[in-house]
């Protein structure tokens, strides 16, 4: 499982971040380290810190740095020269809070450090995409007769944060590859395996999504996918 490493110049941004990332991991967390502070009480970030926080959860599968603001960044390149493990370290460029809880969820699902970090990367796409005009969702789901499967979102946020990262964590241990659409913007196709992926959707409550999976756990992939929307994703009151 990768390290990840969260270099914030406050503690308090930090820990909240990494909070809200672990309410989203249904298993056992990756794991993490958090360098934050200059300090007793001063805000800004070391190198020092970042360097050792990198060894900490450092593994053969990698680490995984988010930081905050710039010279966050500065700090964090500059510990790359004072780590002692051989592991592969990659700085993040992804938002960072969205990057934080992208990076986490996928490493608790098994993502490699390649995959989790270019899932960070592309944290902005689902706040980008909501933030666009979307059609109202259809009436009624399309007759599908491809051997895709449709379920109708019965919590009212539909797929939003949780429900997606639930979906991801339980296409970790699966060789399947399943698409997720919303028939209300049939144009957009996402991977179950995509965090951000699936947020980008904006599917609300009541739409319809279509599932087509494919690989020797197709079936129990889509099996999973259905007892969690019907269960609604555990928010039904």
């Known amino acids: 499982m990768i390290g990840i490493v969260v270099v914030s110049h406050s503690r308090a941004l930090a820990d909240a971040a990494v ?3 672990l309410e989203m991991v249904g298993g056992s ?3 993490i380290a958090v360098a934050a502070g200059a ?3 001063v805000t800004g970030t070391d ?3 970042v360097a050792a926080a990198i060894d900490e959860v450092a593994s053969p599968d990698g680490v995984l740095v988010f930081m905050d603001l710039g010279s966050a960044v500065l700090s964090a390149s500059m510990a790359l020269e ?3 493990t051989d592991a592969e370290v990659r700085l ?5 809070v969205e990057g934080v809880v992208a990076g986490i969820v996928l490493a608790a699902a098994g993502a490699s450090l390649a995959d989790a970090a270019r899932e960070a990367s592309s944290a902005m796409t689902a706040k980008n995409a909501q933030l666009e005009t979307s059609p109202e969702p259809a009436a009624e789901a399309s007759v599908v007769s491809n051997g895709a499967v449709d379920l109708t979102l019965l919590n009212p946020l539909g797929l939003h944060a949780r429900p997606a990262s639930m979906i991801v964590a ?4 699966l060789d399947a590859e399943v698409s997720i659409t919303d028939t209300a913007s049939p144009e957009r196709t996402v991977s179950a395996k995509s965090l951000m992926g699936i947020m980008s ?3 609300a409550g009541g739409h319809t999504i279509r599932l087509e999976a494919s690989g020797p756990d197709a079936a129990r992939a889509v099996d999973a996918i259905r007892v969690m929307a019907g269960d609604g994703f555990g928010e039904l009151e």
């Open 170 to 173: 339980a296409m970790g241990g």
């Open 39 to 41: 300090g007793e009480g």
């Open 19 to 21: 909070a809200l990332a």
């Open 47 to 49: 190198a020092i810190a």
């Open 29 to 31: 967390p990756p794991p």
């Open 201 to 203: 959707l904006g599917a």
């Open 82 to 84: 004072f780590t002692s």
């Open 92 to 96: 993040s460029d992804a938002p960072f």
